[in-house]
């Protein structure tokens, strides 16, 4: 009797274990409710932009913020997954976006960093990670929100930029459109 429940419990446990990794795979691309997403730009001494490619997408490295950590653990973790570490990461952009597939929003934070030590490794999912010029890293990303943020983040440093994209269905790669324009939201005291 008791070993059936202990089964039973330990089934429950593992279809539950399941199911929440089968629903958070590709909760970015096709999300079941609002959640915060952290982009890490992380600068090395060449000035050159830790980047990644995901199916046909390069993007510097992100991670939905849902783990109980706060947001320098967060972006430790980002880093680690990646192989490296940082220091001094700060906030350079919060953008919004809405859907026109479905009714949730996310956030996205954007972080800058620099580089400390670590070899670039390939995280689980990922095709290729390697170290880009920032104009070739802005030029190589393939989705336009991510482009135009990364463009006016990196070209205007000494700010913390707000703006908000409209992601849509009718395309591969769910196209984004910018929907406000970028807004300074501080300056920073550099």
């Given at each position: ?110 972080y800058v960093a620099e580089y400390v030590s670590g070899v670039p490794k390939l995280p689980e999912g990922m095709d290729e990670v390697k170290w880009m010029p920032i104009s070739e890293a802005i030029n190589q990303t393939t989705v336009t929100s991510i482009k135009q943020s990364m463009n006016q983040i990196l ?36």
């Open positions: 009797m008791k070993t059936n429940f202990f089964l039973s419990v330990i089934g429950f446990s593992l279809f539950l274990h399941c199911t929440y990794a089968q629903n958070n795979q590709n909760m970015h691309r096709d999300p079941t409710h609002n959640f915060t997403m952290q982009r890490l730009l992380i600068v090395n001494e060449n000035n050159e932009i830790l980047m990644c490619k995901e199916d046909y997408v390069w993007a510097p490295p992100s991670g939905m913020y849902s783990q109980r950590q706060y947001i320098r653990e967060s972006l430790d973790s980002i880093a680690h997954a990646y192989g490296v570490s940082i220091k001094a990461p700060q906030l350079h952009g919060y953008f919004s976006y809405k859907y026109d597939y479905h009714p949730f929003s996310t956030l996205r934070s954007y070209n205007f440093p000494n700010t913390v930029w707000g703006g908000s994209f409209m992601v849509s269905r009718e395309k591969k790669g769910h196209p984004t459109k910018k929907t406000e324009e970028f807004y300074p939201l501080f300056d920073s005291k550099k």
